[in-house]
């Protein structure tokens, strides 16, 4: 980057909504364990007063649906997952009548093998689990996969939304039946799905998992040369397709034993794609409908929050930080931003939950993405919603505010927050004055209000504080904001080429 100088002035910089929302205040680095059980009952509550009737079939697309799909698992999965961090009788209640109802039976004819069919077998198995008299309650869905063992075929998982439907079906019978075939047959078909279903056609031979980008293609239709629709030079990695494939992952790692075989393997994957998610997280704590696309929002009248991949995501990084896979001090304020996001923006006061993309399998599809408009299937989403509250509800209560230094007393108020920078190259050296030792972050914006760079630092000292940043980005104008508990600044700079 050619710079001839640099023109520097301090400016009153108002953001955009989709960069920083009302509710974002120093409670966003906030979570009460008590706050988390009361935005997730008041969701599940809606679900459950809106839908009394375990059995009621739905119709969706003029097509008649039973009420054990896919969608209606993923509810239940959530459930029981927040079920098991706090024990309300209505929950298991609802559980064991929708159950009841269905005979503890998956898949339909002509479906024993599709995982969209057997997603409710994970809610059925963790209720056997709760009470293993009851074996009826797993007896159908084992002996799918039985069936399944009985031959060599591992090419089923050919869309990574199947990953989060039935992996963890395996995980969850290897450890009940105590039988190292379900761990086996788990892992050949989860890593053909991830290394050969990609390519021009199903079982095309190439990945479908991106390592050097550590996400995911939804299936081979969006391999390259398939990319994003918005910001054609990037990739598609549709949000809440990787989104299931991190949640099986949590899942398998959290239903298997620790001398799993290939356990390695799901925690490099999980680690990985954890690392990448992290970069993707939009400024107003969610997730977007396409992760390293951030203009695209899926339609023009979505505004670019989406609850449903954001829900996975805060659910399977809160599960790595408190099983010790991730580092706590650099993923849970990702996590904080995240739930609170949800539960401040997207939660209704009856409970409704916003901003959820329906059934689909890319950015455009479920469109739009509104606060106060349904997705098609209303289940779902919830179950993502539950799926997180289990999880961040274990992280109990938390207070990011307060810095990690070991200071036993910090000032209410700094009104003496200041910073200057230079640049070397395309090295931007941004110095920061603190008259006490906070954590800080700096982040860098182009004109339009989209995030380019991001950098927080928990351990600062009093006096200057010297930060660099790459400009990896090509503008000729940022939008640069130092903030800490206790103050903001932002200043514009102007590149002159």
């Given at each position: 980057m050619k710079t001839l100088h640099l023109l520097f002035s301090s400016l009153l910089f108002i953001f955009s909504p989709c960069v920083i929302c009302a509710w974002q205040t120093r409670d966003s680095l906030v979570l009460t364990q008590s706050e988390t059980l009361r935005y997730a009952t008041l969701v599940n509550d809606y679900f459950m007063r809106t839908y009394p009737d375990v059995g009621a079939k739905s119709y969706v697309g003029n097509k008649e649906r039973t009420s054990k799909i896919w969608t209606r698992g993923v509810y239940y999965e959530g459930l029981m997952s927040l079920y098991r961090q706090h024990q309300d009788e209505r929950w298991l209640k609802y559980t064991e009548d929708w159950g009841n109802h269905h005979g503890w039976k998956a898949s339909e004819k002509k479906q024993e093998r599709h995982a969209d069919f057997q997603c409710c077998g994970q809610a059925y198995l963790d209720m056997y689990m709760l009470n293993p008299a009851q074996t009826v309650r797993k007896t159908h869905i084992k002996k799918l996969i039985d069936?399944?063992?009985?031959?060599?075929?591992?090419?089923?998982?050919?869309?990574?939304?199947?990953?989060?439907?039935?992996?963890?079906?395996?995980?969850?019978?290897?450890?009940?039946e105590k039988d190292e075939r379900y761990f086996r047959r788990m892992y050949e078909m989860y890593m053909f799905t991830r290394n050969q279903h990609g390519g021009s056609k199903k079982n095309g031979g190439l990945p479908l998992f991106n390592t050097e980008d550590g996400l995911w293609y939804r299936d081979y239709n969006y391999d390259p040369p398939y990319m994003d629709l918005k910001e054609a030079d990037k990739p598609c990695y549709w949000s809440r397709g990787n989104g299931w494939v991190y949640m099986a992952l949590a899942r398998v790692l959290y239903y298997s034993p620790d001398t799993v075989v290939h356990r390695q393997q799901y925690m490099d994957d999980f680690v990985l794609m954890s690392d990448a998610l992290l970069a993707c997280q939009r400024e107003d704590g969610f997730w977007g409908v396409s992760l390293v696309a951030p203009l695209n929002t899926g339609d023009t009248r979505s505004p670019g929050p989406e609850t449903s991949g954001t829900?996975?995501?805060?659910?399977?990084?809160?599960?790595?930080?408190?099983?010790?896979?991730?580092?706590?001090?650099?993923?849970?304020?990702?996590?904080?931003?995240?739930?609170?996001?949800?539960?401040?923006?997207?939660?209704?006061?009856?409970?409704?939950?916003?901003?959820?993309?329906?059934?689909?399998?890319?950015?455009?599809?479920?469109?739009?993405?509104?606060?106060?408009?349904?997705?098609?299937?209303?289940?779902?989403?919830?179950?993502?919603?539950?799926?997180?509250?289990?999880?961040?509800?274990?992280?109990?209560?938390?207070?990011?505010?307060?810095?990690?230094?070991?200071?036993?007393?910090?000032?209410?108020?700094?009104?003496?927050?200041?910073?200057?920078?230079?640049?070397?190259?395309?090295?931007?050296?941004?110095?920061?004055?603190?008259?006490?030792?906070?954590?800080?972050?700096?982040?860098?914006?182009?004109?339009?209000?989209?995030?380019?760079?991001?950098?927080?630092?928990?351990?600062?000292?009093?006096?200057?504080?010297e930060f660099i940043i790459s400009l990896f980005k090509e503008s000729i104008c940022y939008i640069c904001t130092v903030e800490t508990a206790f103050a903001i600044k932002s200043k514009k700079i102007v590149i002159v080429r």
């Open positions: 069936d399944m063992l009985a031959t060599n075929v591992v090419d089923d998982w050919y869309w990574v939304d199947a990953v989060q439907m039935a992996m963890p079906i395996f995980a969850q019978l290897g450890t009940i829900a996975l995501f805060v659910a399977g990084m809160a599960y790595g930080i408190h099983a010790g896979i991730l580092d706590r001090e650099r993923y849970l304020p990702c996590v904080i931003r995240g739930w609170n996001a949800m539960c401040k923006v997207a939660v209704h006061d009856d409970g409704f939950l916003g901003y959820v993309q329906g059934a689909g399998a890319k950015p455009e599809d479920g469109q739009p993405v509104l606060f106060d408009r349904a997705a098609d299937f209303e289940d779902f989403g919830i179950g993502c919603y539950l799926l997180a509250a289990a999880e961040v509800y274990q992280l109990g209560d938390v207070d990011l505010r307060e810095p990690i230094t070991g200071m036993d007393i910090l000032p209410e108020k700094s009104d003496n927050l200041d910073f200057s920078w230079t640049l070397s190259g395309d090295k931007l050296k941004i110095g920061v004055l603190l008259d006490t030792p906070v954590p800080v972050t700096v982040r860098l914006y182009d004109i339009s209000g989209n995030l380019v760079k991001a950098l927080s630092v928990q351990k600062t000292k009093t006096g200057k504080n």
